[in-house]
């Protein structure tokens, strides 16, 4: 099925029924027992690691298609599978696994004062749709993440790791078949063909409640265009790490090479290192020398350049660019107004830090800054749901509604409202 | 303004131009001081008190056009406003005013074992729009709601209700600009043009976050099919009461009758009552008899119609009407089972009540029926933001993203993080 040349009516068809089918199977979920969540989970790592060979094996064949087609180092090394990777992926799913059941978890409870007892529990989406790009072990990821909520997902991962995310799903319908729970709950488009992505984005007649798009621009804003469903955003990360003037020095340098350099492909990397123009005289140039010592080209303004001999000018590109590479670019702004303002015009809403010691500038950085995550003297890699103690991830969220962040398992929920009375009659 | 023809294009320009304004005040609103809501919403109550002369002339103007369009005496209740009525829409903002402001409210916070502190804090949503129908008195309720949740919102109200509503919105524009806040952060769309709603629908060039459609089926419908932004859909209220053969039978009598006939025209009320099959001896025949007496038309099954002479014979479409009115269709279920089977395929997903001294039944009632408010032993006419302790509401979600249940103030927040550190770097 995978070989050969879908036409658009099939592709609709076949879309359309991996949506009433991945709707059955969310009814069979929501009610799931959590014990019989976790068994499926267990299972589907345990296949993983059973099946290490087979996945390698079809890795492999993508890798060659891969430097065939001249993907990237950095592209092809995001697709390699290796032992450790896919042991690894195994250990993913066995946390979540390990999690705490989020489904009839009572999040908030009060009483009112005709004696109606309130309690808001925590209830599965329904039908979640993963649209991704390069790195196969999103499939296990996200579709673990699936379950543990009581959802049902249809994963859509980019052809790039067809073989890969096809022999990884394998194990994932295992586990579920081992459970007793059905398969159709993670069901992978056995197709490369685009038309899948527009039936997904039309919302298989009503069938998919929520899509997760994961990938670069084009895919995100391709997602935010055509969705007739609603849309988890996941922008880029083009995350800035402000220098306050009361800022430690020590502490600004080492955040601020970490914040970049710790590893500069993930989104919580920092692109744009401000610098409160207080501090010109002080903190530029020791944190500029860090970097560049660190291996980081800069781009700069007059003020970079003239303290950094290898900085180089930045265009007004540079200021809206996530490099994903060990390039920053660095300005001046006037004080922590300043950098809010910077930020406000930029920013993807992801990420930013500020360095200072002057707790009110702080405040007024986190009371003005409207971004997903803000950090004082911490380094922007943090960004993270494992760093946030959630277990793990399907992404980070740069829109407003529903989820924001990292989302975990708790942010692939909604609520409901269980009222207990004793025969209350409204007046 | 308000009584020439608009053009198109001239509809789209004057919309974007809203848009824009609406953004721009958001901003300010997000900072807003909390002192400084509240002062306006208190200013907006005292000049909805000092115009009540001309808000009621407004408004009778608009019933002179709605009885010449022939509007039905029940869309004509709605519409009308009165002394005491435009005092209770006066203090309903006041109440909006006493509430928490929800803007910085801690959510939730955690330590990190590296010693990261993490919030989660309440922030606005950003730009809503708001699209509703006749009654006038939403202009005021959900102006003041989003004032209060740090939001902006342009405000669509109903063609019927024009005058009115720009009369009460004379009088918010008034107490934002007595406090200092622009004027654009409540702004009321001035042609009753549907041009105008399928511009907001586009979004308004992404400066508008989210819309909320308050009315019937064909407007949630149109909002559903055609928003390109996100929908907090309030789809009507096909309300369910199942009278388990465990159930009290006075408490069960009282309940349908309360339920159905409090007030038959809001969205709370059931429309479909649902009697196990083992109580058909004894429950039936006591509750269809006191929803007769109440003044109810009942439309049932074979045993329904057997049971009481008056009653007619449901059709399918019965099932799914929202009667709005002294009507209710009613039937034999085989236990909670047959209940949760009839309410899946029938229901809106609003609100269902369970009459049932088993908690057996009743956990298996609220496990598996997925709607947004679920009542024991209670009537349904409670399902409502003010019953909730919720201060007001703009409305009941039907939808699982983001809002559910009643929509108050907290319900038009999002959220950030704030993260505090002393200098972590991730390892």
């Known amino acids: 099925m995978l070989d050969r040349p879908h036409k658009g009516d099939e592709v609709a068809t076949m879309m359309d029924e991996m949506g009433r089918k991945a709707r059955a199977a969310a009814r069979v979920l929501a009610i799931a027992p959590a014990q019989q969540k ?107 993440l699936c379950l543990k909520a009581g959802n049902a997902v249809i994963l859509r991962g980019g052809s790039d ?36 992505v527009g039936e997904m984005l039309k919302g298989l007649s009503g069938n998919l409640d929520v899509i997760v798009p994961r990938g670069g621009r084009s895919l995100v804003e391709r997602v935010q265009t055509e969705a007739r469903v609603p849309v988890f955003a996941h922008l880029e990360g083009l995350c800035h790490l402000y220098v306050d003037a009361s800022a430690d020095l020590d502490m600004a340098v080492k955040l601020a090479v970490n914040a970049k350099m710790r590893r500069t492909g993930i989104c919580g990397a920092a692109e744009t290192l401000l610098v409160d123009r207080a501090a010109a005289a002080t903190h530029l140039e020791p944190i500029l020398a860090a970097l560049s010592a660190a291996g980081c080209e800069v781009r700069g303004d007059a003020a970079v350049i003239a303290t950094l001999p290898t900085a180089t000018p930045a265009t007004e590109e540079d200021w809206s660019t996530e490099y994903l590479d060990a390039i920053i670019s660095a300005k001046l702004v006037d004080g922590v107004e300043g950098a809010i303002d910077h ?31 803000l950090l004082h003297n911490a ?26 962040g990292p989302v975990g398992v708790e942010q692939l929920t909604s609520f409901k409202y269980r009222v207990h009375g004793s025969g209350q009659t409204r007046p």
């Open 161 to 196: 790791s067809v073989n890969s995310s096809s022999a990884i799903h394998a194990c994932l319908a295992r586990g579920l078949e081992e459970a007793g729970l059905p398969a159709e709950a993670i069901q992978y488009v056995p197709t490369t063909d685009r038309a899948a």
């Open 343 to 373: 930020i406000g015009r930029y920013s993807s809403s992801h990420t930013e830090a500020i360095v200072a010691e002057d707790a009110q500038a702080v405040e007024k950085f986190f009371r003005e800054v409207d971004s997903a995550i």
């Open 379 to 404: 380094s922007t890699q943090f960004a993270d749901g494992g760093e946030f103690g959630m277990g793990a991830e399907i992404g980070i969220a740069t829109g407003r509604m529903h989820a924001r």
């Open 38 to 144: 976790t068994q499926a989970l267990e299972a589907m790592a345990a296949a993983l690691v059973a099946a290490s060979d087979d996945i390698i094996e079809a890795n492999r064949r993508d890798m060659e298609e891969g430097e065939k087609a001249g993907l990237s180092p950095a592209m092809l090394d995001r697709l390699k599978l290796t032992r450790e990777r896919v042991q690894a992926i195994a250990d993913g799913v066995r946390a979540i696994a390990a999690l705490d059941d989020p489904v009839g978890a009572v999040i908030a409870a009060w009483d009112r004062p005709n004696g109606l007892k309130i309690e808001r529990v925590r209830t599965p989406l329904g039908v979640i749709g993963v649209i991704y790009e390069s790195r196969p072990n999103v499939t296990a990821d996200a579709g673990a």
